[in-house]
């Protein structure tokens, strides 16, 4: 079957680095998307990795490991905003994304 | 630009009513999708559409059907509510044409069947 697992929640301070992980396990593969959600509103694109290797945007990173079926999402400078749940979502050969549960991101002053 | 619509925001049913949700999106994407968001759990698809006109069915269609008769508009319906379809509903569209197209979200319909 297809599983994506994430953290269901992780806290970090103010001004720190966090690196939220995911593994899945898809029929296929065509890529790894990042999405932040804030409560109550809808998710936001974040990233996309399909190849191997780190892409880095501004304060926040991911990367990708398709041998391993594993990502990750780096954020750096934590900030109060930032605070917010985290879905992984792989697509699949039918270009389908299969969403992880999220990682809800708590930070602390 | 409006990007992607739903209405309404809030909606309470009782078992048994019937409702429709409505999605606008004004960036000409063909690829129009509706999914649930249920506590503790992923993003599921219901139904989808990859042009005016069409529609599939995702990963939980039961109780729901869909019409897509104009590009920007992608409806869902439920025929007779049951309280297993609290949940809240965001559509999302995206252009659809590579892997690498991110999907654009609408604010969400919360529903509570009562």
């Known amino acids: 079957g297809q599983n994506i697992d994430q953290p269901t929640e992780m806290t970090a301070t103010e001004g720190a680095i966090v690196q939220i992980n995911c593994t899945y396990q898809?029929?296929?593969?065509?890529?790894l998307f990042w999405y932040q959600q804030h409560a109550g509103e809808a998710p936001t694109f974040l990233s996309y990795n399909v190849l191997d290797g780190l892409e880095e945007k501004g304060r926040f990173s991911s990367f990708l490991s398709r041998s391993k079926g594993y990502s990750y999402l780096l954020l750096k400078e934590l900030q109060m905003k930032d605070s917010a749940s985290y879905l992984c979502a792989a697509m699949d050969s039918n270009y389908q994304l299969i969403w992880g549960a999220g990682t809800k991101l708590i930070i602390k002053p | 630009n409006a990007g992607v619509t739903q209405t309404p925001k809030f909606r309470v049913l009782k078992t048994g009513q019937s409702m429709t949700l409505l999605c606008a999106q004004d960036m000409n994407h063909e690829y129009m999708y509706w999914y649930r968001q249920d506590p503790g759990m992923g993003l599921r698809l219901i139904h989808y559409?990859?042009?005016?006109?069409?529609?599939a069915k995702g990963e939980v269609p039961d109780g729901y059907n869909v019409s897509r008769l104009k590009k920007q508009n992608f409806l869902l319906g439920l025929e007779s509510a049951a309280p297993s379809q609290t949940s809240v509903y965001f559509c999302a569209s995206n252009t659809g044409t590579s892997g690498a197209s991110e999907q654009f979200f609408g604010p969400g319909t919360r529903l509570t069947v009562l």
């Open positions: 559409s990859v042009g005016e006109g069409t529609t």
């Open positions: 898809t029929s296929g593969f065509n890529g």
